[in-house]
C-alpha cells in the first residue's frame, strides 16, 4: 500500500494561536520563553493532529515564527551586519530582519518582503553580505526534529533548499555556492545521525524558466549536498508548477525521491509518460491541491495515480504544495450551511482526503465506492450555479467597453483644471489604522450587539476624524480612511452576489498577517452601492477631493478562492462588470478622483514567461480596462499596486491606461523609477517614499531625498507623494507622524522646483 503525506502544514494554528501569541510578544505582554514554550506546544499539537489523521510522513520545520525563508536565513547566519550590530538577543535580531527595528539600540530598516512565487503568501528575501560564510549557526530544525522525535512522531524534517534559497536571496550569490553547498551537506548529515529517514529539501524555484547556468549552479550544489547521504533518503520536493527544464537531469541525480505538483504542473504528468520515472525512487504526487479548497476529484485523481503507477514503482500521495495556502479547518465554519460545506476541504479536511485516496488507490473497484459516488453527486450541484444574464453581458462585451477616450495625455490637461492639484500632490493608499475600538465596532456589529443604524454612524465619526487628521496634516488628496472595511477583497465579497465568505478561513499573508479569502461560488453580479454611501459622506466634508476608493477585479479574483470549473477570464469579466457600475455610481455622486486597487495584479502572473500574456496579461489588463473605460475624461482613476517588480510587465502596466498609479518602492531601493523612465511610462506615478510594514517613522530628510532621486527619473507634472501602501495595519502615532514628515518633505521639494 502506498503511503501519504503533505509538503507542509499551515502553522498559524486552527485559531490563529501563534499569530496572537507573537503580537503579544511584539508588545512585550510575554517574554522570550513563553513565546518559545507556546509555539512548541502549538507545533506538538498539529503533529498530533497528523498523526491521529494517518498521515504516514508528517512534515516538522515547516513551521515558523514568520517566514520559513528567514529561518533558513538565520540558520545559514545570513544576519547582514546592520541587525548583528544592534546587539539583540537571538530572537529579536530575526524579528528585527523581519519588521524593521526602532529603539534605543539604532534604527535598521525590514528585508526586502516578496511574494512567494505565485501565492500570496510573503517571504523575507534574505541578503547576503561579504561577511556571509554560511556556516550553520542556528539549531531550530535539529531541535525541532528532537522534540518530534521525544513525541515518538516518525517526522520528515523539512528545509528550503540551497538553489531556492540562493535564488531568492539579494546580493552577489554566485560566490556562495561552495559554502551553501557544505553548509547543506552538514544539515542532511546532522539530521540523518539524529535519525531522520525521508528529508524533504523543498526546490520550488526549479518550476521557473531555468537558464544552462541555473542548471549548472543547480548540479554543483547538489553532487555536494547528496555526498553526506547513507541512511537516509533525500526528496527533492518541487511545487507550483512542473520542472520541464530539469526533469531528466533530476531524475538522474542521488535523490531517492521526488516530488511533483500535479495540479499546477501542466506538464508534469507528460514528463513522466516520456521520460519514466527512474526505477528504485520514490514519486511523490501532489495531487490533492494545496491552494484551492474545493473537495478533490476523485475522477482524476485515481486514474491519473493509476497512470502514474505504471512508470513509477514507489508511490507516495501527497499535496501539490505546502497547506500553508489554505485555512485550517472548516469545523470553524459553524455558520456556514451544509449545502455549501460539502463541497469543501480545508488543511484538515484535505488529510481526510489523502486517507481516502490512499484507500481506494489500487482498488480496482474504486468506483462503487461510496465514498466515489458521494463525490460524483456533488459534482453535478456545482454545474448548476450559472447564472444566465451575467454570462450573457459578458459574451456581449465589444472592443468599445474596453477603450477609454481620449488618450491619457488629453485626460492629463483636462483634469489639471478640473482638479487644481498642486504639483508633487500627496495623499495615501485608502486605508488608515484599524485601531481597536474600529475592530470592536465590527464585531459588536457580527455579534449583534449594535444595530446597522448605529454601526454606520459610529464609522461615520471615524470618518470625519479621519478626514479632519487628513486636512490637518495638510494632504492635497484625501481618503475616507475604510474603516468599515476588515479587508480589501472581503469587503467587496460580501458586498456582491456569487461570493461566499467564511467565518475563521483564515490564510497566512507574511508574518503575523493572514487574510480571509471569499469564496467564488457562483457567478459574480451587483446588486447594490456598495461604498457610495461612506465616500459621498467624506466628500461632503471637505473642499479637497476624496478618492473613491474600490477593489479591481484582478485583485478580487487572485485573493479569492477561484472555481475551478470556470476559467479566471470570466470570473475576471463578471467581477470587472460589477465594479465598473460602482465606478459610475461614484462618478454620478459627484467623486472625482476613483481608485481602483490592483494591489495583486502582478501575483498570478505565471511564472513561465511563455505563458504570460496568453494564459494571464491579456484578459487581466482588460479587465481593468473594462471597469473604467466608460468614465469622463474629467474623472481621474487611480490604481494601486503592491511590491513594485513589475519592471518586466512596465508597457502591460501602462496599459492598464489609468491616470495614476501608485506603488510600493521604499523597500526595493526605488529602481523602479529607473525603469519608468527608461520605458517612457505614460501613467503619473507614486512611488511609495516610505515602508509601511514597519512601524519605523520616516525622517524628513530621508523621505526629501528619495522624492529627489524620483524627480531625476519621474516628470514634475507625473510625481506623487504617497507611502507605499494602506495604513491599516500601522499603529496612530507612528502614522499621524510619518505622514506629517511626507507632507513637509513634499512642500520642501516643491519650493525648490
Ligand atoms: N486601498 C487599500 C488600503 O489602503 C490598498 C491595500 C493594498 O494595496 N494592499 O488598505
Ligand atoms: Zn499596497
Not at 30 to 43: N, P, V
Not at 348 to 377: A, C, P, V, W
Not at 635 to 645: A, G, P, R, V
Not at 721 to 727: A, F, I, S, T
Request: with cysteine; net charge neutral.
Amino acid at each position: 500500500m502506498s503511503l501519504n503525506t503533505v509538503v507542509g502544514f499551515p502553522r498559524i494554528g486552527s485559531q490563529r494561536e501563534l499569530k496572537f501569541l507573537i503580537e503579544d510578544y511584539f508588545q512585550g505582554k510575554i517574554g522570550q520563553k513563553e513565546l518559545t514554550q507556546k509555539a512548541a506546544e502549538l507545533r506538538a499539537a498539529q503533529w498530533r493532529l497528523l498523526e491521529q489523521k494517518g498521515v504516514d510522513l508528517i512534515p516538522c520545520g515547516d513551521f515558523s515564527l514568520y517566514d520559513g525563508m528567514l529561518d533558513t536565513a538565520v540558520m545559514l547566519g545570513a544576519v547582514p551586519a546592520e541587525y548583528k550590530e544592534l546587539g539583540l538577543s537571538g530572537l529579536d535580531t530575526y524579528f528585527a530582519m523581519a519588521r524593521g527595528y526602532q529603539g534605543p539600540r539604532g534604527d535598521v530598516k525590514a528585508l526586502p518582503m516578496r511574494k512567494w512565487f505565485n501565492t500570496n503568501y510573503h517571504y523575507i528575501a534574505p541578503s547576503l553580505d561579504s561577511v556571509f560564510s554560511a556556516a550553520l549557526s542556528d539549531d531550530a530544525i535539529f531541535e525541532t526534529y528532537a522534540q518530534a522525535r521525544s513525541m515518538h512522531i516518525g517526522v520528515k524534517p523539512v528545509v528550503i533548499g540551497p538553489y531556492t534559497f540562493l535564488k531568492l536571496a539579494d546580493g552577489s550569490k554566485e560566490q556562495f555556492v561552495p559554502q551553501i553547498a557544505e553548509a547543506y551537506r552538514n544539515i542532511v548529515e546532522r539530521l540523518e545521525r539524529l535519525g531522520a529517514e525521508w528529508i524533504q529539501i523543498d526546490e520550488p524555484a526549479l518550476v521557473l524558466d531555468l537558464s544552462d547556468e541555473d542548471k549548472a549552479v543547480f548540479k554543483s550544489l547538489y553532487q555536494t549536498v547528496l555526498s553526506a547521504k547513507k541512511r537516509s533518503k533525500a526528496l527533492l520536493q518541487t511545487y507550483f508548477g512542473d520542472i520541464r527544464d530539469i526533469y531528466e537531469e533530476a531524475c538522474g541525480m542521488g535523490f531517492d525521491g521526488i516530488g511533483l505538483d500535479f495540479v499546477d504542473g501542466k506538464q508534469s504528468l507528460a514528463l513522466v509518460k516520456q521520460h519514466g520515472f527512474p526505477k528504485g525512487k520514490t514519486l511523490f504526487a501532489g495531487v490533492v491541491n494545496g491552494r484551492n479548497i474545493w473537495r478533490n476529484d476523485y475522477s482524476k485523481t485515481l486514474p491519473l495515480l493509476n497512470e502514474l503507477a505504471r512508470d513509477a514503482d514507489d508511490i507516495v500521495i501527497s499535496t501539490s504544495c505546502s497547506l500553508l495556502h489554505v485555512p485550517y479547518t472548516l469545523d470553524n465554519e459553524t455558520a456556514m450551511e451544509e449545502r455549501y460545506r460539502r463541497h469543501f476541504a480545508f488543511a484538515q479536511e484535505k488529510l481526510d482526503e489523502l486517507g481516502e485516496i490512499k484507500r481506494l488507490f489500487g482498488d480496482e473497484n474504486f468506483r462503487q465506492s461510496d465514498i466515489y459516488i458521494r463525490r460524483e453527486t456533488l459534482k453535478k450541484e456545482k454545474q448548476q450555479l450559472a447564472d444566465r444574464d451575467v454570462r450573457i453581458a459578458v459574451s456581449r462585451l465589444s472592443d468599445n467597453d474596453f477603450k477609454r477616450s481620449p488618450d491619457i495625455a488629453e485626460r492629463a490637461k483636462i483634469q489639471r483644471t478640473v482638479l487644481n492639484l498642486p504639483p508633487l500632490p500627496t495623499t495615501t493608499i485608502g486605508s488608515f489604522p484599524q485601531t481597536k475600538e474600529v475592530k470592536a465596532l465590527r464585531s459588536s456589529l457580527k455579534k449583534g450587539e449594535i444595530g446597522e443604524k448605529e454601526y454606520e454612524m459610529k464609522i461615520k465619526e471615524k470618518i470625519a476624524e479621519c478626514v479632519a487628521l487628513q486636512e490637518h496634516i495638510g494632504l492635497d488628496v484625501l481618503v475616507h480612511g475604510e474603516f468599515e472595511r476588515n479587508d480589501m477583497v472581503e469587503y467587496f465579497g460580501e458586498n456582491l452576489d456569487g461570493f461566499l465568505f467564511t467565518q475563521k478561513a483564515w490564510v497566512q499573508s507574511y508574518g503575523t498577517r493572514c487574510v480571509k479569502p471569499p469564496i467564488v461560488w457562483g457567478d459574480i453580479k451587483r446588486t447594490k452601492p456598495i461604498t457610495v454611501g461612506y465616500i459621498s459622506y467624506a466628500q461632503s466634508l471637505t473642499k479637497k477631493p476624496v478618492k473613491g476608493m474600490l477593489t479591481g477585479p484582478v485583485t478580487i479574483l487572485n485573493w479569492s478562492f477561484p472555481r475551478e470549473d470556470v476559467p479566471p477570464k470570466e470570473t475576471a469579466f463578471q467581477i470587472a462588470l460589477a465594479i465598473r457600475e460602482e465606478v459610475l455610481a461614484l462618478e454620478a455622486a459627484g467623486i472625482r478622483i476613483i481608485q481602483v486597487d490592483e494591489a495583486a495584479l502582478k501575483e498570478k502572473l505565471p511564472l513561465r514567461k511563455q505563458d504570460w500574456h496568453k494564459e494571464y496579461l491579456n484578459w487581466a489588463v482588460a479587465a481593468f480596462r473594462l471597469v473604467h473605460a466608460s468614465v469622463k475624461p474629467e474623472t481621474q482613476i487611480h490604481t494601486h499596486m503592491c511590491y513594485s517588480e513589475f519592471d518586466d510587465i512596465i508597457s502591460d502596466i501602462d496599459d492598464m491606461d489609468a491616470d495614476v498609479i501608485t506603488f510600493e518602492a521604499a523597500r526595493s531601493n526605488l529602481s523602479i523609477v529607473e525603469t519608468l523612465r527608461k520605458a517612457d511610462f505614460k501613467t503619473a506615478a507614486g512611488p511609495g517614499v516610505y515602508d509601511i510594514h514597519s512601524p519605523r517613522v520616516p525622517s524628513v530628510k530621508e523621505i526629501v531625498q528619495a522624492l529627489k532621486r524620483m524627480l531625476k527619473n519621474i516628470p514634475k507634472e507625473k510625481l506623487w507623494v504617497n507611502p507605499d501602501c494602506g495604513l491599516k495595519t500601522r499603529g496612530s502615532e507612528e502614522t499621524v507622524k510619518s505622514l506629517i514628515h511626507l507632507v513637509e518633505a513634499a512642500k520642501e521639494v516643491r519650493a525648490g522646483l
